[in-house]
């Protein structure tokens, strides 16, 4: 069956560390892979996906068909990271499998 | 333009009723998805509307159904409601035309609570 995990609840971190958030999925075909994100009190909403290849916000992923795994890197976490994140995959249709998502806390 | 606008915001029901949640499409989107999102967990694929048809579903009950009209809004409907129906349920909607990767844009939700 198709499965996003994303194994890390939450991830603290202090202001200019560096940040990865996994994600590892379960597919045999080749999907699509993205990142949303869900700031504090405001809707979710797409950070990138795969097949871009862009950075968004500083934040980057590369998609490892080897290894099944999409993580979300940043070299320098800023507080205004602090965010929930989700991982989701589809495969030529619309429906998003999402992960369960990781909570990103950034101290100052 | 407002984006993805989903009503009511809230609201409270009791077991064995049934709710009417509404999603009006982001100006210019065609296609309207619908999630549920329970406490802790990712959202899930409900289904999904295009031309006023079912065109998707996920893993979900026929007690979930849903509508598309002719200006592109839809309504999720459940009936026989749960305790654990209880979530937050997403509209998403996106541009049919240019393929799969025309970004979803989702709403704000509406957090249903059963009693």
């Known amino acids: 069956a198709q499965r996003v995990t994303q194994p890390e609840k939450l991830l603290s971190v202090f202001k200019g560390a560096p940040v990865e958030l996994k994600c590892n999925y379960s597919?045999?075909?080749?999907?699509?892979l993205f990142w949303y994100v869900q700031y504090s009190r405001q809707r979710l909403q797409l950070l990138l996906r795969?097949?871009s290849r862009e950075s968004i916000k500083g934040f980057t992923a590369d998609l490892n068909k080897g290894e099944t795994s999409f993580h979300l890197k940043k070299p320098f976490a800023q507080e205004e990271d602090s965010a929930m994140y989700y991982c989701?995959?589809?495969?030529?249709?619309?429906?998003?499998?999402f992960g369960t998502g990781t909570r990103l806390q950034v101290f100052p | 333009d407002a984006g993805v606008t989903q009503s009511p915001t809230h609201l409270i029901k009791t077991r064995g009723q049934q709710v009417t949640l509404r999603c009006s499409p982001k100006?210019?989107?065609?296609?309207v998805s619908w999630y549920q999102q329970a406490l802790g967990q990712g959202p899930q694929f409900i289904f999904q509307?295009?031309?006023?048809?079912?065109?998707q579903r996920g893993n979900f009950p026929d007690r979930f159904s849903g509508h598309q009209f002719p200006n592109y809004s839809s309504e999720l409907n459940v009936n026989a409601l749960l305790l654990g129906d209880s979530a937050l349920y997403l509209c998403?909607?996106?541009?049919?035309?240019?393929?799969?990767?025309?970004?979803?844009?989702f709403g704000p939700g509406t957090r249903l609570t059963v009693t």
């Open positions: 597919y045999s075909g080749s999907p699509e």
């Open positions: 100006s210019g989107h065609d296609t």
């Open positions: 998403a909607s996106r541009v049919a035309s240019g393929g799969l990767r025309y970004e979803q844009y």
């Open positions: 509307y295009y031309e006023e048809e079912e065109r």
């Open positions: 795969h097949i």
């Open positions: 989701a995959l589809t495969y030529n249709t619309d429906k998003l499998i």
